[in-house]
T-cell receptor
Framework: GQSLEQPSEVTAVEGAIVQINCTYQ??????LSWYQQHDGGAPTFLSY????GLEETGRFSSFLSRSDSYGYLLLQELQMKDSASYFC???????????FGKGTRLHILP | DAGVIQSPRHEVTEMGQEVTLRCKPI?????LFWYRQTMMRGLELLIY????????DSGMPEDRFSAKMPNASFSTLKIQPSEPRDSAVYFC?????????????????FGSGTQLSVL
């Protein structure tokens, strides 16, 4: 079956850089996605990596290594509004379902 | 477009009652997903539809849960009878067909969710 592992919590300081890792086990997948969810809100899409390498979107970047079954989300110049939960997700070849990790709660200190 | 619309935002009911959650996907999106979110289990996929047809319902917890999509603009998730362990936030999400076919993007558009409390 599929599984995605990510740290449950990460703490960083405002203005700093933080990396949230995601490792996955699946027989094959189309790509790795990242979502942000603020307390009481809905998940919102951040990025998608279909190919190996780094994708940059403003302060956020996402990386994928298929050979290592690994990806990460990099957040730069952290702002207090970045305090949220971050989820990685994959769509498996076999059953075409989009499965989410348990999420990483990002705490930002002033 | 108004995005994915879910109703109600909050539902409080008593054990044994029937609960119906509603979802209107973004117009033109061919795929519709129902997820359940709890602290313990995270975001769980319950069922998803393609062009109104249920494709995979293996995540539906048990026979008390059922989902329908009578047309492209409306879906329901029903729990009958409800139990306290069903308490969770239920999200509906949609995605356009082209993104899935090309695998160039996997952007799910989520509704605001329904907070369900079964007492």
């Amino acid at each position: 079956g599929q599984s995605l592992e990510q740290p449950s919590e990460v703490t960083a300081v405002e203005g700093a850089i933080v990396q949230i890792n995601c490792t996955y086990q699946t027989s094959g997948f189309y790509g790795l996605s990242w979502y942000q969810q603020h307390d009481g809100g809905a998940p919102t899409f951040l990025s998608y990596n279909a190919l190996d390498g780094l994708e940059e979107t403003g302060r956020f970047s996402s990386f994928l290594s298929r050979s290592d079954s690994y990806g990460y989300l990099l957040l730069q110049e952290l702002q207090m509004k970045d305090s949220a939960s971050y989820f990685c997700a994959v769509r498996d070849y076999r059953d075409d379902k989009i499965i989410f990790g348990k999420g990483t709660r990002l705490h930002i200190l002033p | 477009d108004a995005g994915v619309i879910q109703s109600p935002r909050h539902e409080v009911t008593e054990m044994g009652q029937e609960v119906t959650l509603r979802c209107k996907p973004i117009s033109g999106h061919d795929y519709l997903f129902w997820y359940r979110q709890t602290m313990m289990r995270g975001l769980e996929l319950l069922i998803y539809f393609n062009n109104n047809v249920p494709i995979d319902d293996s995540g539906m917890p048990e026979d008390r849960f059922s989902a329908k999509m009578p047309n492209a603009s409306f879906s329901t998730l029903k729990i009958q009878p409800s139990e306290p362990r069903d308490s969770a936030v239920y999200f509906c999400a949609s995605m356009p067909l082209l993104d899935r076919l090309l695998a160039t993007n996997e952007k799910l558009f989520f509704g605001s969710g329904t907070q369900l409390s079964v007492l």
